[in-house]
């Protein structure tokens, strides 16, 4: 480890290292012998849904994992794991992100939003939810959590979009079923208009 | 083979100030992968087809970070989203072609996380290459994209040298218009490169699209004044609107004297490793006006030298196509 | 539309809500104590015989749990997919799964493996095989013939010059593996006015559905637990037992969900077998996650077709005959179909009044195929499309009027043995289209601005939309409340819920009174039909109304054995059922479903039907006392084909500078008898329309034939339509007459919606391009460009599989 880097700069960023990704399991243990010093704990804090929640995570993890794996979280979809479809969406601090294709260490001090935090308080759904629900926008709705989410993050930053807006804006979300029109329509409600 | 498809063992430092991610990526060498918005990373690591020994993320550095006005036009921070400089008014006023091209990468979520840097340096497309064979580019002693029945629609059309992919970068082709200039930083200082230079074909570096060395952080990007507000035009052919790289693309700077044509940049995306620059079309233009009448005289030359594959000669009217609706105005 | 009270109106179907929250579950996102990750090593080669295998160092390896090769797997016979094999016949084949605590140790560990491999010869394009000197893709031949004389490998070469004039667009003369035909096509291309031949190629292609075909198992109490992405749900089960080696009664399947299918999920597909076999090797929970890589391996892709067709018309328009010769493209382990099933649909769609049909299936060391969304109907509605309009413009015959002439109706005698349909109205399906897109105003506008032109188009879909003999299973319990147990499957088209409606429509629940039954095997559901084939809303609304039907019985019997008079004197309203000459006097159905407790017998499902299904029986048995049972087989007379029929209007606006083309208007119209489900028909109209566009433009296989490795194994070489790539708006809308053959006159579209995109779209890129016929899907930007700038294509003529 270069001696130039000291700790202090450290205190913000995180060395993590490949320590026991899997707990049951000593194949990395070779690995934490090279762990480098000024490492923090893999152990982190996440604000995931505008909760605080602790978990173990390995420094390639990605935010998907973490979300479906760790903490439960399955609402959120993985269809291909390479930031070519869409269905792992999520919505960090206030944009939207492939959580397949972000790293969990990346989002320690930010907000994250899932499929699972969009409803209100009181458990009712969010004007997109239930606007999906009176346009049949879904149909196997494997895609849909990731249409939400883009949604939601539109409809957050222009309440009163166009259709073609809508559709720009929900272009990083593949739908095999070919629900698009669905969809649009969903969001134009959800935002007061018509479709 | 087996199909990879989880992260694999990988450090990851992360680095609030520069000249700590300049010491790593001192230290790491060959074994560490700068990392911006990460798009064009976790792919190849989770497929296994480039094994770093760690990453070293550069997001957390503000100094990289962030649009700002020079003497000479503005600096883009490297680690600057696109979703940041679509957005950013002064861009949008001086340099819309920079713009056009961002606003074109991929998809939202991508350019949202995507940076500038990040899209200037991202490895190329070639499907064989991405496959993990072992390939020139990969450092092997083959090209599977240049046998006599390779799938090669996607590749060079001028410029190859044993290896004949293609710069995939959008924004690549709008820089090298824009006459840009990298800044890369090492431990060793600072070194300015002319966009054109930055990126490298085969010929001069068979492994790497651009002339970034080993230790070497591409810091920011600044555009000089002397392109700023000058009439543009963008325009990529893809296959599909959304993710999908250039077929063909084009990116063009004039500067207009009245209804002539002074100084001029064109630049085609997709047909060559780099981003290829038809300086014949930019003499042939000057004094000319935006016309079908000049539109017709110069398109042929767009595809001049070119040497296209199997499966891609359409690229060359392609070229032409697009040069041709530039020069209409 | 009649006055239903359900059939025919919208609602919400119970399982959307999970899905816009998040909380619907998919076969991945199970966990059970003790589970094991597993992936699969899949072969590098095209072609080839493992000879070793060395898992020593990968076993050695902390948390590596267990290896699964295809010694451990029953062996399947050829050309038939296995759950592993030491014969890789495709890049992809799966060879062996490692199972590890986590994903990355399993991973890791398969980087250890060692596995060598004699490498034999192997070709991507049917072409190339059958060429004499080419290779074949499996050792037992390159040709699996499906014949009336038997089923079986064969090997067929054509000579070289028999290829070429192939290629060349003439009529093949080489030796073919099936045929059939009616009518005197000598005679009908003899008397024809116009005749012309048109070679073409229809490239396969992925299904790529959104959720990869994941599957969890393990065994408790001899029962083996599947958690599976399945398409359909009862329908699975023998086959699922069979892959497993147990009996059905073996075998749970869990799948409340699936994340699409389009046919790749229709039945139990080997590897959905894979976790069970390892579970039961290492007496642990197995998950086996697919990879988008694997999932493209694993195909059911799209069967390729390389063809010939010839076409006699009359001066008026009509088709006196076609004669067709289908290759097709079947990957490795397939034993083809679709190019008889698209010479069913041209016989059916254009009721050509003679026909010949010809086809050889050829195998070829691709991924496997299988059904893909109008298997074989949608490739041919492709390619007639353009023919259609080329005869009409030579005949001086409006484009729509020529499909008109040439439309099925209630009287046409379809397929080679000349079958009667239940009913037909494509006539009225043009009509509607052709007012709604505006075809008369639109068809003299303006066509060319700048470097745009327009192109107008029009396509046709078919596919036999029904299928009888399944069973239905209904319940009223106590309560009051009606309980439909379906087993259809859920991939997303909604019509488990639609087709139960038809069974509350019957007995006058109302909707909110009804609860589905679904999702998992132990909830007794019925022997059901799979969720495929545009089957479902037909056979269904079947089911559920025979069903509903043998409640009705009952319910009336028992009210006549507890308050007197005959069956026949009760009638049900309000939750009631009560005589018809004096209201007063009436049960509840709360109570009705009390009392046919107590008397038991086949009120409460003691005694059922022999001729139900030992699925269904045991599902009755299980609910029996519970509640009044209704429980029957469809065997409602059914007679003819049972067409579900669609046709799309689409303009488009080609850029004949960059090749790229923009729909400016789609209008689907859907004739599948009455409408079942308003919103879930326009999703299919809407889906099916999406998958067209796709198909038209930009999906196909790519394969490298210096090595066998396909190019497009993610989403994004798949080019799967997004949003930017379809249309803003779709408009469908449906003809909406009733079929006489199902009990509320509804058929099915799924298919059809896709075949008349594709059909569309292939006719308007010829319209745009002054009737120019490329004979080819996908028209991708560079054909377009080549052929507007003169330039040959890149590929041979008929080439397959290829950019």
């Known amino acids: 480890m270069n001696p130039q880097l000291s700790r202090r700069r450290f205190i913000k960023a995180v060395i993590a290292s490949s320590v026991a990704a899997a707990s049951s399991s000593g194949i990395h243990s070779a690995l934490a012998q090279d762990r480098p010093r000024g490492a923090v704990e893999r152990l982190i804090s996440l604000n995931i849904n505008g909760q605080t929640r602790r978990v173990d995570v390995s420094p390639q993890e990605t935010l998907a994992h973490t979300l479906r794996y760790k903490l439960g979280l399955t609402g959120t979809k993985i269809g291909c794991n390479r930031g070519e479809c869409g269905a792992c969406t999520v919505i960090i601090d206030g944009v939207t992100n492939y959580s397949c294709s972000t790293l969990t260490h990346s989002v320690r001090t930010r907000a994250v939003q899932t499929v699972e935090g969009v409803q209100s308080a009181d458990g009712s759904l969010h004007p997109v939810q239930q606007a999906f629900i ?42 095999r079923c070919g629900a698009y029109d669905h969809y649009l329509n969903g969001v134009m409600r959800a935002s007061g208009q018509n479709s | 083979m087996a199909s990879f498809d989880v992260m694999p063992d990988v450090q990851l430092y992360q680095p609030v100030e520069l000249d700590d991610a300049l010491n790593l990526a001192d230290e790491l060498g060959d074994e560490g992968w700068l990392l911006g918005g990460g798009q064009d990373t976790y792919g190849w690591l989770k497929d296994r087809a480039k094994q770093p020994r760690a990453m070293i993320d550069l997001n957390g550095i503000e100094a990289l970070h962030g649009i700002s006005e020079t003497n000479d036009g503005i600096e883009i921070g490297a680690a600057t989203t696109l979703r940041e400089i679509i957005r950013d008014e002064r861009v949008n006023r001086d340099y819309s072609l920079l713009v056009e091209a961002a606003g074109r990468v991929a998809s939202p979520q991508i350019r949202n996380v995507g940076t500038l840097g990040g899209n200037l340096s991202q490895d190329t497309r070639c499907w064989y290459y991405r496959r993990g064979l072992d390939c020139y580019r990969a450092g092997g002693n083959i090209c599977y994209a240049n046998g006599p029945e390779s799938m090669n629609r996607e590749h060079a059309v001028i410029g190859a040298s044993r290896c004949v992919a293609v710069s995939p970068s959008d924004t690549a ?115 000319k006006s935006l016309s079908e009448e000049s539109a017709e005289a110069v398109a042929p030359m767009a595809s001049e030298g070119t040497k296209p594959l199997n499966y891609n000669h359409f690229k060359l009217p392609l070229m032409e196509n697009l040069v041709r609706r530039a020069m209409r105005g | ?121 192997f070709v991507t394009d049917p072409l190339d095989s059958l060429i004499e000197g080419g290779a074949n893709a499996r050792e037992e031949g390159n040709v699996y013939a499906r014949s009336q004389e038997g089923s079986g490998f064969r090997t067929i070469k054509w000579s070289k010059e028999q290829v070429d004039e192939f290629r060349a667009g003439k009529e093949p003369t080489g030796e073919f593996g099936s045929e059939w035909s009616y009518g005197d096509i000598d005679k009908a291309m003899a008397d024809a006015e116009l005749v012309f031949e048109e070679p073409f190629v229809t490239t396969g292609y992925a299904h790529m559905s959104m959720e990869p075909r994941t599957a969890m198992a393990y065994w408790e109490n001899g029962k083996c637990y599947v958690h599976g992405s399945a398409q359909s749900q009862s329908f699975w089960m023998p086959g699922l037992a069979r892959l497993l080696g147990v009996e059905v009664e073996e075998v749970v399947l869990i799948s409340e969900n699936t994340g699409g299918g389009f046919g790749s999920k229709i039945g139990a597909y080997p590897i959905a077998a894979l976790p069970g076999w390892f579970s039961k090797k290492i007496n642990r929970p197995v998950q086996l996650r697919v990879t988008r890589e694997q999932e493209y391996y694993m195909g059911s892709a799209r069967v390729g077709f390389q063809g010939w067709i010839r076409m006699g018309f009359a001066a008026d328009g009509s088709i006196l005959g076609s004669d067709v010769f289908i290759i097709e493209d079947i990957g490795a382990n397939a034993t083809g179909g679709d190019a008889s099933s698209a010479g069913g649909a041209i016989s059916l769609v254009y009721n050509a009044g003679a026909m010949r049909f010809r086809g050889l299936p050829v195998l070829t060391n691709t991924t496997p195929r299988g059904a893909q969304r109008g298997p074989g109907q949608n490739q041919i509605a492709a390619v007639m499309a353009p023919i259609m309009d080329k005869a009409a413009k030579q005949l001086s015959i409006d484009p729509v009027e020529i499909r008109k002439i040439n439309a099925t109706n209630n009287d046409s005698l379809v397929y080679s043995d000349r079958r009667t349909v239940t009913s037909a109205y494509m006539d009225e399906a043009l009509d509607k289209g052709a007012e709604m897109f505006d075809w008369e105003r639109r068809k ?303 058929r099915g579209i799924g298919e059809p919606a896709m075949g008349c995109s594709v059909a569309a779209l292939t006719s308007a890129i010829s319209d745009a391009l002054d009737g120019h016929i490329f004979g080819r899907t996908p028209v991708s930007p560079d054909m377009v460009v080549n052929h507007v700038t003169g330039r040959d294509q890149s590929f041979l003529p008929l080439q397959t599989n290829n950019f």
């Open chain 2, 173 to 287: 082709t709008a820089l090298v218009a824009l006459e840009a200039t990298m800044v890369a930083r090492s431990v060793k200082g600072e070194r300015t490169i002319a966009a054109e230079d930055f990126f490298v074909g085969p010929d001069t570096h068979i492994t790497q699209m651009t002339s970034l060395k080993a230790g070497e952080i591409l810091t920011a990007v600044r555009i000089p004044a002397k392109w700023a507000g000058k009439k543009f035009y963008f325009e990529k052919v893809a296959d599909r609107d959304v993710w999908d790289f250039a077929l063909v693309s084009i990116a063009v700077a004039m500067s207009m004297d009245g209804d002539t044509i002074g100084d001029s940049r064109f630049v085609c995306g997709g047909v060559a490793c780099t981003p290829h620059r038809l300086t014949n079309v930019e003499r042939a233009v000057r004094g």
């Open chain 1, 134 to 175: 009176d346009e049949l926008s879904p149909q196997c709705g494997f895609c849909t959590p990731g249409q939400v989410m883009s949604a939601v993050a539109l409809l957050q930053e222009n309440p009163k979009p166009t259709r073609d807006e809508v559709r720009h804006a929900m272009a990083g979300n593949l739908c």
């Open chain 3, 444 to 746: 003299n506008q303006p066509r060319k601005n700048g470097s745009k032109v327009r192109g107008l188009g029009i396509g046709q879909g078919y596919h036999s939309a029904g299928a009888t003999g399944f069973d239905g299973l209904i319940r009223i319990t106590p309560d009051g409340k009606l309980h439909v147990h379906t087993g259809v499957g859920n991939l997303g088209t909604y019509s488990y819920a639609s087709t139960s409606r038809a069974a509350a429509e019957v007995l006058n629940f109302d909707w909110e009174d009804c609860e589905i039954h679904r999702g998992n095997s132990e909830n007794n559901l019925p022997w059901n039909s799979y969720q495929a084939g545009s089957v479902s809303t037909f056979a269904h609304t079947r089911t559920n109304y025979v069903a509903a039907m043998d409640a009705l019985r009952k319910m009336k019997a028992i009210a006549a054995d507890t308050m007197g008079g005959e069956p026949d004197d009760y009638e049900i309203d309000g939750k009631r059922i009560f005589r018809s000459d004096n209201a007063a006097q009436g049960m509840s159905y709360g109570a009705i479903a009390a009392r046919a407790i107590q008397l038991g017998g086949e009120y409460s499902g003691q005694t059922y039907p022999d001729d139900i299904n030992a699925i269904t029986k045991r599902s009755v048995e299980n609910l029996a006392g519970t509640g009044l049972v209704g429980v029957a087989k469809d065997n409602l007379p059914q007679e003819g084909v049972i067409p579900g029929l669609a046709c799309a209007f689409v303009e488009i606006e080609m850029d004949l500078e960059t090749g790229k083309y923009e729909i400016l208007d789609y209008v689907g119209i859907a004739e599948c008898g009455s409408v079942l489900f308003p919103a879930g028909l326009a999703q299919q109209m809407k889906g099916g329309a999406v998958w067209g566009m796709g198909m038209a433009a930009l999906e196909r296989h790519v394969y490298d034939p210096q090595n066998g490795l396909p190019a497009n194994i993610g989403y994004h070489q798949c080019g799967i339509p997004s949003y930017l790539d379809v249309p803003s708006v779709t408009r469908t809308s449906a003809v909406d007459l009733p079929d006489p053959q199902n009990p509320f006159g509804a």
């Open chain 3, 1 to 121: 539309m009649s006055d239903y009270r359900l059939v025919g109106k919208d609602f919400t179907p119970p399982d959307v809500t999970g899905k816009v929250t998040g909380k619907a579950k998919y076969a991945e996102d199970f966990r059970v104590d003790g589970m094991v990750f597993a992936r699969m090593y899949t072969s590098p080669m095209a072609h080839a015989r493992v000879t070793n295998i060395d898992t020593s160092a990968a076993e050695a390896m902390d948390g590596v749990v267990g290896i699964l090769t295809a010694d451990d797997v029953p062996e399947v016979e050829a050309p038939n997919a296995a759950i592993l094999t030491n014969s890789p016949a495709y890049i992809g084949d799966p060879i062996l799964a490692v199972a590890a605590e986590t994903e990355q140790i399993a991973e890791n560990a398969m980087a250890a493996i060692k596995i060598d491999m004699e490498p034999l010869p």
